[in-house]
């Protein structure tokens, strides 16, 4: 049998650092208690230890091999031991044959199942398929018709017919359920998936409502690592009881949507996400009618994302006891732009250490007993406004130069030009600056530079952040130091603007915009010190705040003509607050909501996969997001970059970078490519530091 490359943890993913990988023979889709046999290369006789060890990075030392299906168990992390799905590389592809036409239509007709099952045939769709699954259906039928000799019985007999018997080729697959499924869901590795959207692959009930998933005192659908996102469409979901069940869970970067969904009674959590999985609500009508712990829980940066548009109704007495939101740990939930319909009792919202929950003042619709905080535990009822106050993230550089081209981006949320986009100034990351802060930012003039247009550092705020703050007090404060060569007479300040639009930038103008209140920094010394003013009162229609630096040299240049700043930071109240350091972590997913990037740092970073590629046309490849973005992002592509083909370990240049129907949450890349042919393809940076992928969506 042929033997090929195991793709499965040939690239980095954190959260398996170090993690100890055993590989199991299948038998009839079940693993067995046989190890396979690993090898180190594809046609040799040389062997590789079984289980495997991972690297700090999460993914194989060198490539692995085998010539059977199997199924991975992964151990030794702090989350629970799991297996993945059937893993099937050990298909050659390079020994399809071509099948008469008679033997084709024996593989058309009703044992085309058994028969693909028997001889390891995956069938390659050419068209959308549809298949059904009924309470008075059989697993031993072909599920291709809407009767009770045709559906299946079982929607995870589904799921794993189309993990192991498809290739999707692109082409979306939907499941119709009738009747109400008492199951435990494992949602599966799916060939032939190209990242058309949480849709490619839908279960969904003949109509609203109309099919049930009673998950009992399991889980309903698990989605763990190896899955494909799958949507489920007009379900109710919901446990045995009001002590049992869980009616969804996803964990190490599995993906579960929903799309008008009603949640019954459950157990502890209705949604669960652990470690970068994602559960997301697609706009539509999400129903709730039964009690429960909580509805959506996030830890370990796993993420609940409600889409926005999407209606959330509260359907009779529900009664949610710990809360409706509860996220820690780097757990992330967004919950702004919902409509919401009637109230449920209990809280609305829990913040725990590095909890993360982004709304609006929709969420004041929801009748919850408190105001949306723990009442045991202290927690910050509102995060800073300011991203990067402390300019941790630096995903452009650490050292930018102003360009006659237009603003510069830096430390994550800012830019900086000079006026008359003159050149000449640099914005510079500095480590280990006084006070016990990780970094500083640096404004300077280049020395020796004798233009005297304005330098300009500046962040616009969200309207997410801002409205909150219309009509309340608040503290501005900057704690910052001047170099020897500190060159400005009459203008150095940071102010406070303000605008009535909404996500607007300071850089090409807020609407109405005006300077509410002015630091000036012309006093600042040569050693760090904090400038505040606490009497701001900001108008009641403001709908969006920027920070503005304002730096006007003089004369020639000399080699510390800079000012150094620890951070900026705005409060509610006329106290200025200390500043504790947010987790770089922290920060580094809030600026990913805005600007995400590969490459730069690490020069053999894979970045894409894409399907059968084609050498001198556009190849698409599948660009899944880190987290979902705040608006659908451009795309700056700087350096070279290859595709790697793993099969025949070729490469090829692959240029032209481009974003082909963008959204927020994911994105297809095309990149045309040269040199030798191959079918399955990674994209990724050459050995060029500079070679850099950026997503962003920033207010600039």
């Known amino acids: 049998m042929a033997r090929n490359s195991i793709q499965a943890f040939s690239l980095a993913n954190p959260i398996y650092a170090a993690a100890t990988v055993t590989f199991w023979t299948v038998s009839g889709g079940v693993k067995t208690s046989t190890k396979a046999t690993l090898y180190d290369s594809q046609a040799g006789a040389g062997t590789l230890v079984n289980p495997q060890t991972l690297d700090d990075k999460g ?5 692995v091999y085998a010539d059977v299906p199997t199924i991975a168990t992964v151990s030794g992390l702090t989350i629970a031991d799991h297996d993945t799905g059937i893993i099937l590389e050990w298909f050659d592809f390079s020994q399809i044959v071509t099948v008469s036409n008679y033997m084709k239509t024996l593989l058309d007709d009703t044992t085309a199942v058994t028969a693909q099952a028997t001889l390891g045939v995956r069938e390659v769709l050419t068209g959308n398929r549809n298949y059904y699954v009924r309470n008075d259906g059989s697993n031993s039928n072909t599920g291709l018709a809407d009767t009770a000799g045709a559906a299946w019985l079982t929607q995870q007999y589904a799921l ?17 359920c009738t009747g109400t499924f008492a199951e435990n869901l494992i949602v599966p590795e799916i060939t032939g998936y190209n990242g058309n959207g949480y849709q490619q692959v839908t279960f969904k009930a003949p109509s609203a409502a109309g099919a049930t998933m009673n998950c009992g005192v399991g889980i309903g659908i698990f989605a763990g690592i190896a899955s494909t996102p799958i949507t489920w469409k007009d379900f109710i979901h919901r446990g045995q009881d009001a002590t049992n069940g869980i009616c969804a869970e996803a964990d190490a970067g599995g993906v579960i949507a929903f799309v008008n969904p009603t949640w019954g009674v459950a157990s502890t959590h209705k949604l669960a996400v652990h470690n970068s999985a994602r559960i997301i609500e697609i706009a539509g009508t999400s129903t709730i009618n039964g009690n429960c712990t909580t509805h959506s829980y996030a830890r370990e940066g796993g993420q609940v994302y409600n889409q926005p548009g999407l209606t959330q109704t509260i359907s009779g007495g529900v009664t949610i006891s710990n809360a409706y939101a509860d996220a820690a740990d780097r757990g992330w939930i967004y919950m702004a732009d919902l409509a919401w319909v009637n109230t449920f009792t209990g809280i609305k919202y829990r913040l725990g250490n590095e909890g993360f929950i982004q709304h609006d003042t929709s969420i004041n619709n929801i009748a919850g007993s408190l105001g949306g905080i723990d009442e045991r535990v202290p927690v910050k009822t509102r995060r800073q406004p300011v991203r990067s106050a402390d300019f941790q993230v630096w995903q452009n550089g650490t050292s930018i130069a102003a360009s006659a081209g237009g603003i510069m981006w830096t430390a994550a949320g800012w830019f900086f030009y000079r006026g008359a986009l003159a050149t000449g100034a640099t914005v510079a990351k500095q480590s280990n600056p006084e006070n016990g802060y990780p970094q500083s930012l640096r404004l300077q003039r280049d020395n020796g530079n004798a233009a005297v247009d304005v330098l300009l550092l500046l962040q616009s705020l969200t309207s997410q952040d801002s409205k909150p ?29 303000t605008g009535k639009g909404t996500d607007e930038s300071l850089y090409t103008g807020f609407t109405s915009a005006a300077t509410l209140v002015s630091i000036s920094l012309l006093g600042i010394t040569t050693s760090f010190d904090t400038y505040t003013t606490n009497t701001i009162q900001i108008p009641s229609d403001v709908t969006q705040l920027g920070l503005q630096l304002t730096y006007t040299p003089v004369g020639v240049a000399g080699a510390d003509d800079w000012i150094e700043i620890e951070y900026i930071r705005l409060d509610e ?8 350091p947010e987790t770089f972590d922290a920060e580094l997913e809030r600026a990913e909501f805005f600007e995400q990037v590969w490459g730069g740092d690490d020069a053999d970073e894979y970045i894409a996969q894409g399907a059968e590629i084609a050498v001198g046309a556009t190849a698409r490849f599948f660009l899944p997001y880190k987290r979902p973005m705040r608006a659908v992002p451009t795309l700056t592509a700087t350096g070279n970059f290859e595709a790697y083909f793993p099969r025949t370990a070729g490469v090829a240049d692959a240029t032209a970078l481009a974003l082909q129907d963008p959204a927020k949450s ?17 994209l990724k940076a050459k050995a060029d530091t500079t070679a850099r992928i950026t997503l962003r969506s920033e207010l600039g």
Not at 59 to 63: C, D, G, L, M, N
Not at 573 to 580: I, L, N, R, T
Request: aromatic share 6%.
């Open 59 to 63: 993914k194989f030392r060198q490539a």
């Open 666 to 682: 994911r994105s297809a890349l095309n990149a045309t490519l040269a040199g030798t042919a191959g079918d399955v393809a990674l």
């Open 469 to 497: 703050l219309a009509g309340k007090y608040v503290t501005l404060a900057i704690r910052c130091k001047k170099g020897a060569n500190f060159s400005p007479t009459a203008t150095c300040a940071i102010s406070l603007r």
């Open 573 to 580: 109240g006329k106290v200025a607050v200390a500043h504790v």
């Open 160 to 176: 794993s017919f189309i993990g192991q018997r498809l290739d999707l080729n692109g082409y979306t697959v939907t499941v119709q």
